[in-house]
């Protein structure tokens, strides 16, 4: 115990951390790029080892909830992570909001049409086409998406010409295989994918805001996972979110 105690000193003093762990973590398929960099920033500075696993924060919620091995879990709105706690799956007094993001209208690269300044010319511009989202009652971009489109009328226009995907990332790939003509994506998304442009960007006063919130599944807790959480609200964290897109947030 006291040689523990000592390496445990050291490590603070010299920057590292003195337990070698492996972290899974379950986190917004939006996430994806902006966390592959985050990680290889993680493990450079730490002696712990990071396993993502993406998918629409729905579909990952109930993976835990079915006892999936997740040590943190990152969502793409409140609601999923509100679920889970009130299934008392996650350990709320590690619970925070990481990021923040915003919606874009995007289409194929070589589409040359003029830009969508309001949602209200989503219909005609569609014309015969096809609009691809996310689930729109399961995924988060999804909800948001079919919650602005209802907010300025014209979801009942639309909702038989959705492309519905597992996840936000499938959305993006259709727009960007030229199989559909538009798509609901987050700005990230657009950002990090050369062969959509975006087209549009919706108000964010028409569905709520759009929050990543992080935790700690409930039973999980190690040193590991809390130094990976701690670092991904630290200040070279912000960097590389800034870096693809993401807004920050107010913490305590």
Known sequence: ?????????LAVVLGTPSYTGEITVFAAASLKNVLDDVVVAFEAASR????TSHAGSSALARQIQQGAPADLFISANVAWMDWLA?????????????????LVLIAPGDDHGAPIESLLEVPARLRDGRIAMAMV???????????????????GELEDRVVQTDNVRA???LVAMGEVSLGVVYATDALADSDVRVIGRVDPDVHPRIVYPLAEVAGR?????????GFLVSPEADTIFARHGFLGVERE
Do not use: C, K, Q
């Not at 009652?137 to 979801?155: C, D, E, K, L």
């Not at 807790?221 to 959480?229: I, L």
């Open 1 to 9: 115990m006291r040689i523990r105690l000592v390496l445990a000193t």
């Open 48 to 51: 712990h080892e990071v396993l």
């Open 86 to 102: 009130d299934e008392a799956l996650i350990d709320e007094r590690t619970r925070r909001d990481l990021v923040e993001n915003r």
């Open 137 to 155: 009652n399961a995924v988060p971009a999804g909800i948001y998406g079919r919650m602005a489109f209802s907010t300025v009328g014209i979801w």
């Open 171 to 173: 959305a993006l790939r």
């Open 221 to 229: 807790g190690s040193t590991a996972t809390a130094d990976f959480a």
